[in-house]
């Protein structure tokens, strides 16, 4: 018993050091800002940030541009609430976010949305 649990610990111990530089390779993105907007519940919502420098991230993990829709495609068979929240840094062409939601309504999403920044 003694065995398991000091893997156990050992394990735990791996899962806590790791887990900072996890949460530093997502995207940075500067938000715009909004003086009105409404709060989005994070059940079910797939998260699609597209950074200044190009890159691309779903629900936090990058992705490569090309490949965008494919993976909005697996994500969408998982999950019977079909939300997508687009979190574009400001300074992020118009077209790109279009291409989202393009992609997003072709793929049969009911909601479509973008996170801005409260003033």
Request: proline letters at 5%.
């Amino acid at each position: 018993m003694i065995p398991l649990i000091d893997v156990s610990l050992i394990l735990l111990i791996i899962f806590m050091v790791i887990t900072p530089f996890l949460v530093q390779s997502q995207i940075q993105v500067n938000l715009p800002k909004a003086s009105a907007g409404t709060k989005a519940g994070d059940e079910d919502v797939l998260k699609v940030q597209l950074a200044a420098g190009g890159a691309i991230a779903l629900d936090g993990k990058r992705i490569k541009p090309g490949r965008l829709e494919k993976e909005m495609m697996l994500r969408f068979s998982k999950s019977y609430k079909k939300t997508v929240l687009v979190e574009a840094d400001k300074t992020v062409p118009v077209q790109r976010v279009v291409d989202v939601f393009d992609a997003a309504k072709k793929l049969g999403a009911g909601k479509i949305g973008i996170a801005v920044k409260p003033e």
